[in-house]
């Protein structure tokens, strides 16, 4: 079983930056592939961010190109997502995800485990 915990949500103004992190409690935490997704109040669930299961596979949504990146570190079962450039439509509750298969993928239904979810709020 793979628990996954989410932290560093917050509120900032635009164009600030917020970092997130995913902790996993499993020992074979290399052999996931991670992904990020938001949930914004009255909207679908999207796709953000993924890593697979070496640290330059990565995907990302086109909206967050160039101001999110997504890393992972091994050594310390965490994979963080860091968010800058924020934008009010960058507002939802942020939840990372994890699958067993290599690939990444950006349908939350192809992901096994999650998180509980942190709040991200860009407003001034």
């Known amino acids: 079983q793979v628990q996954l915990e989410e932290s560093g949500g917050g509120l900032v103004q635009p164009g600030g930056s917020l970092r997130l992190s995913c902790a996993a409690s499993?020992?074979?935490?290399?052999?996931?592939?991670v992904g990020w997704f938001r949930q914004a109040p009255g909207k679908e669930r999207e796709f953000v961010a993924g890593?697979?299961?070496?640290?330059?596979?990565?995907l990302y949504v086109d909206s967050v190109k160039g101001r999110f990146t997504i890393s992972r570190d091994n050594a310390r079962n965490t994979v963080y997502l860091q968010m800058n450039s924020l934008k009010p439509e960058d507002t939802a509750v942020y939840s990372c995800?994890?699958?067993?298969?290599?690939?990444?993928?950006?349908?939350?239904?192809?992901?096994?485990?999650w998180g509980q979810g942190t709040q991200v709020t860009v407003s001034s």
């Open positions: 890593v697979g299961r070496i640290a330059g596979n990565t």
């Open positions: 499993v020992r074979t935490f290399s052999r996931l592939t």
């Open positions: 995800a994890a699958r067993h298969e290599a690939k990444v993928l950006p349908m939350g239904g192809m992901y096994e485990y």
